[in-house]
């Protein structure tokens, strides 16, 4: 799939060496308080098109140190 530029997409898989899960959502990966948290590079196939059936959720920031 080709997504546009700069359009917030949702990670299709965890990313576990990055503290990321499925369905983080994703453009620069941000916490709740809209810091950006990291910036990194993914294939397209990590990534999912954001849908008009789903809702933002909010769970802590796991990181790979912990």
């Known amino acids: ?3 546009d530029l700069y359009r917030e997409v949702a990670l299709a898989y965890d990313l576990p060496t ?9 453009l620069d990966v941000f916490n709740a308080v809209g810091e950006t948290v990291k910036v ?7 990534l999912a098109p954001l849908t008009a059936d789903q ?4 769970r802590p920031l796991t990181t790979a140190s912990r």
Not at 40 to 46: D, L
Not at 55 to 58: G, I, Q, R
């Open 18 to 26: 990055e503290g990321l899960r499925r369905g983080d959502v994703a």
């Open 55 to 58: 809702v933002w959720s909010v």
């Open 40 to 46: 990194i590079v993914v294939p397209a196939s990590a």
């Open 1 to 3: 799939m080709i997504f």
